[in-house]
């Protein structure tokens, strides 16, 4: 069974940063894509940003573009979130998925990222 768990998260300043973390196990970690999710309340849950399964390819919503940046290290299964330049619309529960074949094969709980002064 696909098992995500998030951290990072917390309560920053605007302007300020973050780094994400999420750990997965039960699954090969090395051949799933991996992504991050937010969702921010009365928003739909959207893609941050994701990460092909060997990390050679990226992608990001154009709101973070620039400020955002995904990267794993497989031999620790382990994704990551570096979120630099936060800004208060960046505020959500921040969510890690694996996917393999288009298809999301499992999520994390999510972990608060508030972006507040």
């Known amino acids: 069974q696909v098992r995500l768990v998030e951290s990072g998260g917390g309560l920053v300043q605007p302007g300020g940063s973050l780094r994400l973390a999420c750990a997965g196990s039960?699954?090969?970690?090395?051949?799933?894509?991996m992504s991050w999710y937010r969702q921010a309340p009365g928003k739909e849950r959207e893609l941050v940003a994701g990460?092909?399964?060997?990390?050679?390819?990226?992608n990001y919503a154009d709101s973070v573009k620039g400020r955002f940046t995904i990267s794993r290290d497989n031999a620790k299964n382990t994704v990551f979130l570096q979120m630099d330049s936060l800004k208060p619309e960046d505020t959500a529960l921040y969510y890690c998925?694996?996917?393999?074949?288009?298809?999301?094969?499992?999520w994390g709980q999510g972990t608060q990222v508030t972006v507040s002064s």
């Open positions: 990460i092909s399964s060997l990390g050679g390819i990226t």
């Open positions: 998925a694996a996917s393999r074949l288009g298809q999301v094969a499992g």
């Open positions: 039960g699954f090969t970690f090395n051949i799933y894509r």
